[in-house]
Nanobody
Framework: QVHLEESGGGLVQAGGSRRLSCTAS????????MGWFRQAPGKEREFVSA????????YYSNSVKGRFTISRDNGKNTLYLQMNSVKPEDAAVYYC???????????????????WGQGTRVTVFT
């Protein structure tokens, strides 16, 4: 079992920056492919970004590519999402997630994520 806890959500002005964190416990963090998803009001949850176990490979959705950066510190068991040039459409509850299958290196597919945090809300004001 993996416990994930997000933090860092809150108010951010459009054009500003915000960094989300996700602390993991329960399994060796460096063995977990990790990802960020988000869900805006009235919308389905969507993929934002993913990072491989060791962190050399990353994926981004087209909507955040070039603005958001995913990273991980395996020594601190922590996943990050640096959000820059934030737009109103980035407002959502952000979830971090972990893949439990040891065969998976990195994935964008929500169905492959086995463990989820409770989410942290990002509100964008103009």
């Amino acid at each position: 079992q993996v416990h994930l806890e997000e933090s860092g959500g809150g108010l951010v002005q459009a054009g500003g920056s915000r960094r989300l964190s996700c602390t993991a416990s329960g399994r060796t963090f460096s063995e977990l492919p990790m990802g960020w998803f988000r869900q805006a009001p009235g919308k389905e949850r969507e993929f934002v970004s993913a990072i491989a176990k060791i962190g050399a490979t990353t994926y981004y959705s087209n909507s955040v590519k070039g603005r958001f950066t995913i990273s991980r510190d395996n020594g601190k068991n922590t996943l990050y999402l640096q959000m820059n040039s934030v737009k109103p459409e980035d407002a959502a509850v952000y979830y971090c997630a972990a893949v439990g299958n040891p065969i998976v290196i990195i994935t964008k597919r929500e169905a492959e994520y086995d463990f989820w945090g409770q989410g942290t809300r990002v509100t964008v004001f103009t």
